[in-house]
Structures are given as structure tokens and as C-alpha cells.
């Protein structure tokens, strides 16, 4: 059987429906993010980053580099194990009660990164706890999805961020089932936010465990970057915070965080937890401090968000139609994929502004848009200059603008 022949027929329908995806082959300098070295044929050498989920810059943060430099030299480049076989280090046990401390709750797990907490959570309290349904917002994230449907559980969705759905669908399961409402604080395609207190009192009214995907929000929201439930007053109230080390915090690696039974459980049971190799011990550290820095400093937030409001107000002042959201992300809703593609290869090669298209499956089809996602390290001079492109993309593809 000629495989390579399948593989090849099932790509050509992808770059024939425009969803084949391309790297863009950029490489970031210590110090100077949003720029990057870009080595992309007949592209220019150095672009502006407008995409990155180091969405505060803590990748290139001097502390978290020092950090990560340190405990290379202290321990070594990997962690030599997995967790139960030589492989935890004190770094990740360090790292372990920073996030505790950060939700507020007894006790935090780590994983190698955000989808495989979401995934190996999910799946084993889905098949762990005997009967359980789990509810599932219905934008929620790939991982979540990918966690529950190995569980094998009953899986039952709710219409997105809509609370009375939520409260219907709860009220037609079994009293005596386990039920798991499971959804994100901050979407990460639309960027909106959902109603978490809402949610909590439905899922409360029912007996339910909620399991918070956070990963848009940690070290973005809440005075401490706790995220949206730090922000509303309502972590104690969730039973499972999820987030990852690898956007806000800029380093790499999920965790899980909740009750000292929960974690243990899920340590106990998990085989994405257990039959893997531990996150380097450098890693950890630089996360560590990554979290303890945006505990205390509020300004890189504060910057982040300056800087959002600038692109809204420039986006809006010449029309260009983007989602409303009260978040740090900016959608430029394009609703074509050959479209959207072509504007991101123009503001590339003759702006060398660098966006990546959103298409499908990330986004239902029709819905294809460039997602922005300012830093506190885009100063007011891109900013503009990214809103002066799109402008004139916007007139040299003669392209709707919204009515202001
Ligand atoms: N949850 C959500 C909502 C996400 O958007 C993502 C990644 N884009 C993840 C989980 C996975 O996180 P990580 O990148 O750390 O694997």
C-alpha cells in the first residue's frame, strides 16, 4: 500500500481549502521580543511579533532567565526521570506550592504542559469517579475535549457560557451521579469571558465540581495574576484550577490546583502524570519565579492592557472590525481562510508584521480572523504602525469596515 499517496491526497484537501498550516520560521532574541529574527524566504529579516501567547514578555524577563540559568547549573538539563522514578526535584516542589499559594488551595500538581493537564485531569476523574457525567462548555479547548472523551464518561454539553442551559441540563442527570462542570475562565479565540459566578452557583445548587481551565488568565487577571477567579473573589468556590506555565508566565508546563485529596488522586491515578518524563528542573525554577514576580508587580499587566486599548481605539477608528471582548485579545474577524491567509502573507512581506491566520479547525469555518495579542513590549509606535497597515489593507482589498 502506497501510504505516502494518503498522506499526500489528505494534505491537498487541506491547502485546497486554505487550513494547510506553515511554519513561520522566526527565531526571538533575548531582550528584544516583540521583534524576531525571521528566516523566512524573501521575507524581510527582522518582523514584529503580533501573535505570541508570551503575552507578557516573561519569556525574555531578566529574573526568569537567571533563574532558569542557575538551576541549569545547578541540576542539570532534564529532570532525569519521571516523577516517581528519580525524577522530582526540589525545584518542582518549590514550584508546586507557588501555584497552591496562588489559587489559594491546599495543593497543586504539575505536567509537562496545559493540554496534558487538561487532558490526563479530565480523563481520570471522568473514569475514576463511578456514574460521573461531565458537562462541558461547548467552546471549550481541544485538550478538554481529547481528557473527557478517554475517560469514557458520559459527556454533556452546554450551550457557551449560558448558566441557565448549564442549570437545565444539570437538573435532567441523576441526584446521585458525579457531575463535573467543566469550562475556561478566558476563550482564547474570542477572547470573551465567562460568567463565572453564574456558573459556580448552578454548578453548587447541584452537588457539581467545577473544573476551571484558567490558561488565558493566569498572571493576567486578579491582583496576584490568580487569574478570573482570583479577579471575582471565587477561587475558594472552584474545585480544580487548571492553567499553564507556557502563555502569561512565559516558560512551559500545565498544573493542576485544588484540595490535597483531589491532587493526590489525580498524582495517584493519572497515567499522563505518571509514565512520563518530570518538566527540566530549570524549567520550574524559571517558572517559580515567572509566578512570584507577577504576584507582586501589577505593571506588566497594566502595560499589557495600555496597549490593548490603544489597538482597540485604533482598530476602531478606522473600522476594522474586531470582537468586543473585555480581555487581552484582539480578533480581526476576516470570515475566509484563502482571505485571511493572503492578508497575513501581505502585512509579512510588505510590513513585516507578523500574525499568524486563525482557521479552521482552531475556529468553526466561516469564522477565520488574525488574532492580536498586545504586550506590555509593543510600544505606541507599533501599535500604530500595525493599525496604519491594516488600514491600508483594508483599502487595497477594498474590505469591509465596520460602521464606527
Ligand atoms: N487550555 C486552553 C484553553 C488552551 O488554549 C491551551 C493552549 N492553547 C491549553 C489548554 C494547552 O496549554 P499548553 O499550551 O500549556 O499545552
Not at 526568569?64 to 542557575?70: D, E, H, T
Not at 509606535?381 to 460602521?403: F, G, P, T
Request: aromatic share 6%; with cysteine; glycine share 8%.
Amino acid at each position: 500500500m502506497n501510504f505516502d499517496a494518503i498522506f499526500d491526497a489528505q494534505l491537498q484537501a487541506l491547502r485546497d481549502e486554505g487550513n494547510y498550516r506553515v511554519f513561520a520560521e522566526l527565531e526571538r532574541r533575548c531582550g528584544a521580543f516583540p521583534a524576531a529574527r525571521s528566516y523566512i524566504a524573501d521575507g524581510p529579516d527582522e518582523v514584529t511579533v503580533w501573535c505570541s501567547n508570551d503575552y507578557l514578555g516573561m519569556g525574555q524577563h531578566p529574573q526568569v532567565i537567571a533563574a532558569m540559568k542557575a538551576a541549569i547549573d545547578d541540576c542539570g538539563a532534564g529532570a532525569g526521570g519521571t516523577r516517581n522514578i528519580s525524577g522530582t526535584n526540589h525545584h518542582h516542589l518549590l514550584l508546586e506550592a507557588e501555584i497552591a499559594d496562588l489559587h489559594g488551595k491546599e495543593a497543586a500538581l504539575l505536567f509537562t504542559s496545559g493540554y496534558v493537564s487538561n487532558w490526563a485531569a479530565l480523563s481520570t476523574l471522568g473514569a475514576r469517579l463511578p456514574g460521573a457525567v461531565i458537562l462541558s462548555d461547548a467552546m471549550n479547548h481541544a485538550s478538554m475535549i481529547e481528557g473527557i472523551r478517554h475517560s469514557r464518561a458520559r459527556k454533556v454539553i452546554w450551550r457557551h457560557n449560558d448558566p441557565e442551559d448549564l442549570d437545565r441540563r444539570l437538573s435532567e442527570l441523576p441526584p446521585e451521579a458525579p457531575k463535573i462542570v467543566a469550562f475556561e475562565s478566558v476563550y482564547s479565540m474570542d477572547g470573551d469571558i465567562c460568567p463565572m459566578a453564574e456558573i459556580v452557583e448552578v454548578a453548587e445548587a447541584h452537588g457539581a465540581m467545577t473544573y476551571l481551565d484558567e490558561v488565558h488568565a493566569v498572571g493576567l487577571y486578579g491582583p496576584r495574576g490568580g487569574g478570573i477567579s482570583e479577579r471575582e473573589g471565587l477561587a475558594r468556590r472552584i474545585t480544580l484550577i487548571e492553567g499553564t506555565l507556557g502563555k502569561a508566565y512565559g516558560v512551559v508546563g500545565g498544573y493542576i490546583s485544588g484540595s490535597a485529596a483531589l491532587c493526590d488522586f489525580v498524582r495517584s491515578f493519572a497515567s499522563g502524570f505518571i509514565f512520563t518524563t518530570a518538566l527540566p528542573p530549570a524549567v520550574a525554577a524559571a517558572a517559580r519565579v515567572s509566578i512570584a514576580h507577577l504576584k507582586r508587580s501589577g505593571l506588566e499587566r497594566a502595560r499589557q492592557r495600555a496597549a490593548v486599548r490603544r489597538l482597540r481605539a485604533g482598530l476602531d477608528a478606522h473600522g476594522i472590525p474586531h470582537l468586543d471582548n473585555d480581555s487581552h485579545i484582539v480578533p480581526v474577524m476576516i470570515k475566509d481562510p484563502v482571505k485571511c491567509r493572503m492578508l497575513a502573507d501581505i502585512l509579512m512581506r510588505d510590513w513585516g508584521i507578523y500574525v499568524q491566520p486563525i482557521n479552521y479547525p482552531t475556529v468553526p469555518k466561516g469564522t477565520e480572523r488574525l488574532r492580536f495579542t498586545p504586550s506590555p513590549l509593543h510600544g505606541p509606535a507599533e501599535i500604530d504602525r500595525l493599525v496604519e497597515a491594516l488600514n491600508a489593507l483594508w483599502r487595497q482589498c477594498a474590505l469591509s469596515r465596520a460602521v464606527a
